[in-house]
C-alpha cells in the first residue's frame, strides 16, 4: 500500500461519508489503482435499495474521479487545491456493485491543459469490470 485513508485525507477535501477511497495500492504521475472497499454500513444502502443492495453508479464514477484527484492534486504544481468533476462521457455500467466487494478504481490521466484534464477510468470487481469511461475535470483554488 502507498497511501492508507489518513494519506489520502491529507491529499484531497473529502470525508466521510463521501470519501470513497479507502487505500492507494500504486501511483505513478499518471495513474492510479485504488481501492473501495463496499459495505452495507454505508448511508446511500439505507434507501438504494433497503431489499436488495446496490451502490450507485454516480458514486462509482465519483470514486473514480476522487482516485484521479489524488494523482492530480499529489503533483507539486496543484497541492492544495480542488479538482472538480466537470464532465463524464461514454460510461458504461457491466455489473453491479454490492456491499463485500472490494471496488479496484484505476486511472488514467490522459490530457491535462492548463487548468482542465481528462481521465480514462474503469472499475473492477476480481478482475471483471463493472464501469468505464472517460472523466473530465478542472482545478481551481
Do not use: W
Request: glycine share 6%.
Amino acid at each position: 500500500m502507498i497511501l492508507n485513508s489518513n494519506d489520502i485525507q491529507d491529499i484531497i477535501p473529502h470525508r466521510y461519508p463521501f470519501l470513497l477511497v479507502d487505500k492507494v495500492i500504486t501511483m505513478n504521475e499518471t495513474s492510479i489503482k485504488a481501492i473501495k472497499n463496499v459495505s452495507a454500513n454505508e448511508m446511500h444502502f439505507m434507501g438504494h435499495f433497503p431489499q436488495k443492495h446496490v451502490m450507485p453508479g454516480v458514486l462509482i464514477c465519483e470514486a473514480l474521479a476522487q482516485a484521479g484527484a489524488i494523482v492530480l492534486l499529489s503533483k507539486e504544481e496543484y497541492k492544495g487545491k480542488l479538482a472538480y468533476f466537470v464532465g463524464i462521457d461514454d460510461f458504461k455500467f457491466k455489473r453491479q456493485v454490492i456491499p463485500g466487494d472490494t471496488l479496484e478504481l484505476n486511472v488514467e490521466l490522459i490530457k491535462l491543459k492548463s487548468i482542465l484534464g481528462i481521465a480514462k477510468a474503469s472499475a473492477s470487481v476480481n478482475g471483471e469490470v463493472c464501469a468505464h469511461g472517460t472523466i473530465k475535470f478542472a482545478i481551481s483554488d
